[in-house]
């Protein structure tokens, strides 16, 4: 089982990434905040400060076609967002 499943690039997260060192990934609902820490730590090389998750309940969508009204619903997640030791940087650019 996969802790992380990928990191949020948003407008948000990258200036909070350059300002306040602060990093969002989207993880398994299962996964503990201390799982998070290891993970992180041992994928990137970084110490981390400290773990919030957000635990977040799908939006109910609708379609309307013309045999029918579908409804249903996005699926559930879970967000961390990850604090790293001053002057630790996560380069999620490296690899393009």
């Keep these: 089982m996969s802790v992380i499943k990928r990191p949020i690039i948003t407008e948000r997260l990258t200036e909070e990434a350059e300002t306040l060192n602060r990093y969002g990934f ?19 090389d970084v110490t981390v400060r400290s773990v919030n998750t957000m635990n977040y309940l799908g939006k109910p969508k609708t379609r309307y076609t013309k045999a029918a009204i579908l409804k ?25």
Aim: aromatic letters at 10%; zero cysteines.
């Design 26 to 44: 989207i993880v398994n609902p299962k996964a503990s905040k201390i799982e998070i820490k290891k993970e992180i730590e041992s994928m990137y």
């Design 72 to 96: 249903g619903r996005t699926s559930d997640f879970k967000k961390a967002i990850v604090t790293l030791a001053e002057g630790d940087v996560i380069d999620f650019y490296s690899g393009i």
